[in-house]
C-alpha cells in the first residue's frame, strides 16, 4: 500500500484556502498546518544566545539614576531582554532578568507579589534587602531570595558610614506566572517595613545543616534567604582540591532549600561553578535555558556554535536545547540560574552530556 501522501493540487489547495477562511468565522483552526510547529521534533526556541557586557551597561545604569530615584522607578531596573524576543521583557520563554541599581540613601519601597525573585550581587556593597521582617547585607557574589508573596523592600545605608552604588542581577519567574496569567501585588503601607528579627536569624536557625526541632514549615521556598558567596566560595576552593574537575561542569554545585535537598524556590535553581585556568570544558545542552553571570575570570562560552568571550559582571544566556561550551582563560566562577524545578515537577527535564 502506498503510504506516502501524494501531493495536494492547486486546485486543492484553494479549496483548503477557502475552508479555512469560512471555519475562521467559527474561530477554528487546522491543526494539520501548525502539527510541526506545535509538536517539534526537539526543542525550537525563540530565544537567543546574548551576552551583556557590565561595561557596556554600567554608564546607562548610572546615568538612569540622575533620571529617576529609586522610590518614584519603585524598582530601577534594566532589563535584559532576549534580542529573540524583542518586546517581552524576557530572557529566556520563562524567565525575567535585569539589573537594579539602588544609589546611597535610597530605599527601594516594600511590596510584595506573587512572583518569585533572586538577587545575585554584580558590583558594589552595603546594600540591604528586608524579607519578611529580617534583613541582610549585600556583598558581590551573594544570592539572596525573596519568596512568592513575601514583603520586600531594599535600601542603601552603606557599611561603616560609607556607601557606594550597588548593583545586582534580578532574576524573576514573570513570564511563567503570567503564562498562568496568575499575578497578585500590592504596596506596603510603609516604604521600608519594620524588622523583626536581627540580621542572621535565619541563618542560625537554618543555615548549619540544622533546622529548629520545633518548626513546621509551610512554604515551597527554602527558609534560607540569603546564600554568602563566601561559604559558596570556599565549597568551593575546597572540591577543587580534593577532586578532579567535570569534563563539561568543572566544579559545580546546586544552591539548596536545606528543608528538602531541592531548589531554593519553585520555579527557578540556581548554580555556582568553579573553571580551572584553561579549562576547555566538553559540550552540554539541556531544556532549561539558563542565565549566567561571571563572578570572577575571563573565558568564552560557546553557545550553539557562537563565541561570546566573558569576564566579570557579565551577564549571557543559554537557550534550551542549545550546546554550551565552557572555556575559561583564568580561574573561573559562574553563577547561574534556570526553570529547571518547573521542568523537573512535570517530568520533562532533558539534558545531554555531549563527547566533543
Ligand atoms: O525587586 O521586587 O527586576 O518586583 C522586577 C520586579 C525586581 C523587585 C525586578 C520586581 C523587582
Redesign the pocket.
Known sequence: MDTIASPATLDTLAQRRRYYERIKALNLTPLWEELHALVPREPASPCVPALWRYADIKPHLMESAELITAQEA??R?L?LENPGMPGRSCITQSL?A?L?LIMPGEV?PS?R?V?S?L?FIVDGKGAYTTVGGERTTMFPGDFII?PSWAW?D?GNEGLHGDSEPVVWL?G?D?PLVRFFDAGF?ENDAAASQSVARPEGHSHARFGHNMVPVRHTHTSPTSPIFSYPYARSREALAALQKAEAPDEWLGWKLRYVNPLTGGAPMPTMATCLQLLPKSFKGKSHRATDGAVYSVVEGRGTAEIAGQRFAFQPQDTFVVPSWAGLRLEADDETVLFSFSDRPVQDAIGIHREQFLDN
Open positions: 519603585v524598582r531596573v532589563i525575567y535585569g537594579q527601594a511590596h507579589h512572583q525573585a538577587r525573596t520586600h531594599h534580578d524573576l514573570i501585588a
